[in-house]
């Protein structure tokens, strides 16, 4: 059976790195099977199916369909894991485990965010510059609070 609703690499790379789905059902199938379908190769590096190695490939299909087939290199799991989320991270001024500042109570590092984009939405972030939270979950001071350029009377610093 032909795959009837073809997908470029970037309404792949869509699928894979937003919400709009509830369901990404990810099955995986041969070589055989994907050039059954009329795929010959992988829709997000190329690579032709009939050069792999590997027989098994990962199959996608989203809950309106949408299906597509990727090698075993980018396969879905991997993409969710590694690469997809590489291009979605937010590597500046986010989130940080300090490893200067540590909770005076249970002595574990203490975690620096960045107050916006969504982290706003939590209980009054949305007022402060930084909220610090203790890594431990179990610690009292995990709930954290909001700091603008200086530290709480729970932090300590090892400078």
Request: glycine content about 6%; aromatic content about 10%.
């Amino acid at each position: 059976m032909k795959i009837k609703n073809k997908l470029s690499r970037r309404e792949i790379v869509e699928i894979l790195t937003t919400n709009n789905y509830k369901t990404l059902s990810v099955t995986t199938i041969t070589i055989k099977e994907a050039l059954e379908r009329g795929e010959d190769q992988c829709l997000l590096c190329g690579t032709p199916f009939s050069g792999l190695k590997e027989d098994l490939l990962s199959s996608a299909k989203t809950d309106d369909g949408k299906e597509f087939v990727l090698c075993s290199e980018c396969g879905v799991t991997n993409l969710l894991e590694k690469k997809v989320l590489e291009k979605k991270a937010k590597i500046d001024n986010t989130a940080t485990i300090n490893n200067k500042l540590f909770c005076k109570d249970c002595g574990w590092p203490i975690v620096s965010v960045c107050c916006n984009d969504e982290f706003k939405k939590f209980k009054d972030a949305s007022e402060w510059d930084w909220w610090y939270y203790c890594s431990n979950k179990g610690c009292k001071n995990h709930d954290g609070e909001g700091v603008f350029q200086s530290k709480t009377k729970w932090v300590f610093n090892i400078e």
